[in-house]
């Protein structure tokens, strides 16, 4: 019988469905009730098995492939991303005017296994307790795999491009090119958002081509600090923000500009440590579309969507940068900015596909940010 093992020995026995193959990984848990296909697309998920906690999985089946402005139109990335998933009820019957196909036959397409018949909530309540746990699913027997820990690799290297892409504001046509220096005329009317690659998600290229950016996507490694370019995001991704030496080091030199600067997620930890700051691993992490922050300095709270192991700890920040979003659980950092340059981060998906989109605004701030630079006015601020 499928079962799903964990490195203290608890047995959890089920049935199988996806791929028929063994599986091994960080095991989480998402507290999400809808975005399942958003979700095991989501590249900050390499190397994990997703348990989620809500427990019929798999009634909407899985969306068409269609293709919009070079990117998935219904999914995060080209892939999934999980090493596998977990489930308490997989309804083999599904219904949906979008669907293709079902959950588990996608599973096949991508040679991922999934297990279902679980206590997901007995489950979800010992890794709460445990925190995050090693694990692995295996068809029959235990010894089909060993367990491994994906945060001992440099997960990023294996999510980001291998290559330059620039895809312009709305057009459908995509270039893989080198970068060019911006040119007079029309070109150089548009803004020119250099998005380094650490396992980004698509709704985060989609937001900002929909505010007629122009956006040079680039791999995590590399060396934009001699490029021309107007703003710079940094993405999401997987894995311990140390595996990223050398985005770190290009950041550093970044910030001694001027040029506005965008972090999401594993973006926030990178732009932190650039600046000084320290993080850590949290016990269970923040996964799911519920995750209530709030903006320092103000009452206003909004309900983010989160996916992350790490976190940036607040008291090693620098005297030039400051918290701008708490986590309401547990007070854990949800993002910082400079005090005086136009540089901001959040732990947080502002993105947020399937949603909420109660912070997405942050993305016309970062605009905003960008066009006064572009007018000579480099420290126009955020949203406060």
């Known amino acids: ?3 799903l093992i964990l490195d203290d020995g608890t047995r959890f026995t089920g049935h199988s469905f996806g791929a028929q193959v063994a599986a091994a990984g960080e095991v989480v848990f998402n507290t999400a009730m809808t975005g399942y296909p958003e979700s095991l697309t989501d590249p900050s998920y390499k190397g994990q098995i997703l348990v989620l906690t809500y427990p019929l999985i798999g009634n909407y089946g899985v969306p ?15 892939q999934v991303h999980i090493s596998g998933l977990v489930v308490a009820s997989y309804s083999a019957e599904y219904s949906h005017w979008n669907a293709l196909d079902s959950l588990s036959d996608w599973l096949k397409e991508h040679h991922v296994p999934g297990i279902c018949g679980i206590d997901t909530r007995a489950l979800t309540k010992l890794l709460r307790e ?3 746990m090693l694990g692995k699913l295996v068809q029959q027997d235990p010894m089909e795999i060993d367990m491994y820990d994906p945060n001992k690799d440099n997960l990023v290297d294996l999510v980001s491009c291998k290559e330059i892409r620039i895809y312009h504001g709305r057009d459908t046509s995509l270039e893989q090119s080198t970068l060019q220096p ?23 290229i989609r937001c900002l081509l929909g505010l007629s950016a122009t956006v040079i996507r680039v791999p995590w490694d590399y060396d934009f600090t ?16 140390q595996q990223c030496a050398v985005t770190i080091g290009h950041l550093k030199k970044a910030i001694l500009q001027e040029r506005p600067i965008f972090g999401i997620c594993l973006g926030n930890q990178l732009l ?16 799911g579309y519920n995750q209530p922050v709030l903006q320092v300095g103000t009452n206003r709270a909004y309900i983010t969507s989160q996916n992350h192991g790490f976190a940036v ?25 400079h005090r005086t340059k136009p540089f901001f981060s959040t732990q947080f998906h502002p993105e947020a596909s399937g949603g909420p989109t109660d912070t997405r605004f942050l993305f016309n701030d970062f605009v905003n940010m960008v066009r006064n630079f572009k007018t000579g006015n480099p420290h126009g601020q955020q949203s406060k």
């Open 1 to 3: 019988m499928p079962q």
């Open 182 to 204: 911006r040119v007079d005329g029309s070109a150089a009317a548009d803004m020119r958002i250099l998005l380094v690659d650490c396992g980004v998600k698509n709704n985060i």
């Open 272 to 287: 932190s440590i650039a600046g000084g700051a320290n993080t850590f691993k949290l016990k269970y992490g923040h996964r």
């Open 64 to 78: 068409g492939r269609a293709i919009k402005e070079q990117l998935s139109k219904y999914f995060e990335s080209d």
């Open 130 to 132: 445990r925190g995050t």
């Open 226 to 241: 001699h490029d021309d370019y107007d703003g710079l995001v940094i993405s999401n991704g997987p894995g311990d923000p």
């Open 313 to 337: 700890d607040d008291k090693t920040l620098g005297d030039d940068w400051e918290p701008f979003f708490i986590n309401l659980n547990d007070q854990t950092n949800e993002g910082i900015r």
